[in-house]
């Protein structure tokens, strides 16, 4: 994933200082650091979860849709 400074909006300059779990959730809260321009600024991301959709035939058997 590519983040942007929000001071002077590099791209490739960024660095991950401090990452941490949120307790009881799927999110996590990183604090980053523009190398270019000093600015210090803090992201969540949210693990998105993909289940497949399922077919239950009258048997009652699962089957992958």
Do not use: Q
């Not at 941490?20 to 210090?40: A, N």
């Not at 959709?53 to 992958?64: Q, S, Y």
């Amino acid at each position: 994933v590519r983040m942007r400074c929000p001071k002077c909006e590099t791209i490739e300059r960024i660095e991950t200082i401090n990452t941490r779990m949120i307790e009881s959730s799927t999110m996590v809260w990183r604090r980053r650091r523009c190398t270019k321009c000093g600015k210090k600024f803090s992201t969540v991301e949210k693990k998105v979860l993909r289940v497949a959709p399922f077919h239950v035939e009258r048997w009652k058997t699962l089957d992958e849709w």
